[in-house]
């Protein structure tokens, strides 16, 4: 079962956005789903994870502004970005341990 992120794309400061990760098959074939970015020149860092219990850990630069919500009947996890900032811009992508990277989604938030 792969994981595909997409929804990613230009929005000014303060704006809005929904990321999808949508499974190939059956969503809980992955017991915990993260969300991960990359911006330009940094690594790779954790933004947020989802249990099939439904506990969630968020990176402490996105508490209280990105929601992740696992929808078990759309095999699909989202990642809800509100009050996007330019140091939000980058490539997101969505994994589960066990699962290899795909190719991300390009977020980038103008000032």
């Known amino acids: 079962v792969q994981l595909q992120a997409s929804g990613g794309g230009l929005v000014q400061a303060g704006g809005s956005l929904r990321l999808s990760c949508a499974a190939s098959g059956s969503i809980f074939s992955f017991s915990i789903i993260g969300w991960y970015r990359q911006a330009p020149g940094k690594q790779r860092e954790l933004v947020a994870s989802i249990h099939v219990t439904g506990t969630t850990t968020y990176a402490d630069s996105v508490k209280g502004r990105f929601t992740i919500v696992r929808v078990n009947g759309k095999n699909t996890v989202y990642l809800l970005m509100n009050s996007l900032k330019p140091e939000d811009t980058a490539v997101y992508y969505c994994?589960?341990?066990?699962?290899?990277w795909g190719q991300g989604t390009l977020v980038t938030v103008s000032s």
């Open positions: 994994k589960a341990p066990q699962g290899s």
